[in-house]
């Protein structure tokens, strides 16, 4: 059984609907990417799943229970963890307290005391690879480690599924390598993950299968190759010199 | 607990000693002037739980203290009631105010906080100059404090001095807690707050009600203290503009910073009106802005950061784009 789905989603702005009648589910302990030019409504679903939009139809299921109007806090309590495309530091706190915050808060919050969520968020830390930088604050930080505190702060609220948003973006190829390897670290501890990129070879590497959205629809829904190679995708996001490039 | 804390909490253990002598070796007018700093410093501290560590500028904290001032009023003079109990209903009804008003307008950020909180005080005031049980702009006249006077004014100075070492302790309790760390991610990010799991409309309000009971009880002992109370001074401006300066000359979101800005602020404003009988707010506001420009962190900053050099100075200048 899928641990999270959406049936006939729509979500509109006034007259502009982002999201069009969209049908998706992801696997337990999958790797999902969700891709698609800009404007194609695919940060729009991820705030729609993350409860920062109630879904204009439709309704989310996450194991289970009807999740869709529920306010963000709740979904994050319940086990949904979210990165922001504009990374969202608390810029006045540390990075140990950033984390910290998530491990207070998070679907393990409730067990969690201040003191303990501390030694949880170094722990965390230690896993993206920012244990040297702890104590700085979070403003203090470059890019990509702006976005490995970003993932930190989800995966410290013990998350069964995470939305990564754009998690790779103005990273360099190692850079973009070493978040690779990350995710599957992240996956082998046993969580869900849904990947929104535009760096293809990130996409490639970790996605167990492709979703694509074009002006809020989904266009095609099916494993990596066979998304890779689909007319409709290579028309409305990849280009025809992306084959050319890749083969 | 960590030989640091330790150390901090024996040197503010020392210094309410210290302050716990000052009525015993000064005159009336002395302890008066203490009493009206503590007061001050009591209300920028609970503005600061709102204002500086939530980061919701309320400009409308003076209704706390207001309502606070009446409920003692009326509970003492209209229900014969002790003091005591004035005391902790002024707190708790201060406190229930901010639940209710908090709810509306703390969905509401920025300037439109500000002036909606602003409004609400205005408002509140006008209430109290209509309403048969505030007696209307005629005002409340208190039972006296059934004491020699001397020691009337020990008793308002000690009051007052628990009250303020009452809001400094739960601040400190809190900012350890779970709690103060949401009040502090509301104020850095609330959409990024709401996300990694923190009900961000229950902190805010919790905050606000905070702030509100602590200020209601400063209220309350002003209202005892004076044996008279008016709708005009109990909801000015003036009151909450003071507490805003305070928090910010000596540092918002720091935990003494309220109290050494009460004190600086104080200080300096008794200081001027001593040698400038009427050119002294001029001079005052100047010193205000001065402060703004060179320390925008607060006197607190400059203090624990031992940064006394001009380079700092011109550091802040550089950073605040000024």
Known sequence: MAILEGKNIIKRFAGLIAVNNVDFHINPNEILGLIGPNGAGKTTL??????????????????GQTISGEKPYRIGRLGISRTFQVVKPFPGMTVKE???????????????????????????LAFVGLADQINKHADQLNVPSRKRLEMAKALAMEPDLVLFDEVMAGLNFSEIDQAVELIRKIRENGVTILIIEHVMRAIKNVCDRIFVLHHGEKIADGPVAEVLNDEDVIKAYLGRRYKELTH | ????????????????????????????????????????????????IIGGYTGYASFGNVVFFGIGAYITAILMEKAGLHFGI???AAGGAAALFAVLIGLPVLRLRGHYFAIATLGVAEAMKALVQNLDITEGNAGIY?????????HQYYFFFYMMLATLVLTLLVTYLLLNAKL?????????????????????????TF???????????AGSIYAYQQAFIQP???????????????????GMGKLFGPLLGALCIEMISETLSNYFLVAHTLFFGTVVILAIVFTPKGMIDLITQHKFGIAYLLQNIREHRI
Do not use: H
């Open chain 1, 46 to 63: 991820v705030n729609v799943i993350a409860g920062v939009y109630a879904p204009s139809q439709g309704q989310i299921q996450f194991k």
């Open chain 2, 180 to 204: 103060g760390y949401s009040f502090i991610a509301v104020r850095e990010d609330e959409d990024a707050a709401n996300s990694v799991g923190i009900n961000t409309t229950l902190s805010k």
């Open chain 2, 142 to 150: 208190l039972p006296m404090l059934d004491l020699p006077v001397r």
């Open chain 2, 232 to 250: 005009g001074p109990a909801f000015t401006v003036q009151t909450t503009v003071q507490m805003i300066v305070m928090a910010v000359f000596g």
């Open chain 2, 86 to 88: 004035a005391y902790l």
């Open chain 2, 207 to 217: 905050a606000f009600a905070l702030s509100g009971f602590f200020t209601g009880l």
């Open chain 2, 1 to 48: 607990m960590g030989n640091k804390a330790l150390n901090n909490f024996l040197i503010c253990g020392l210094i309410i000693l210290i302050v716990s002598f000052f009525p015993l070796v000064s005159n009336n007018f002395s302890i008066r002037f203490g009493t009206d700093i503590l007061m001050f410093a009591v209300m920028a501290s609970a503005w600061n």
């Open chain 1, 98 to 124: 950033n984390a910290a915050v998530g491990a207070m808060f998070g679907a393990g919050g409730k067990k969690t005391s201040a003191k303990e969520a501390i030694k949880k968020a170094e722990e965390v």
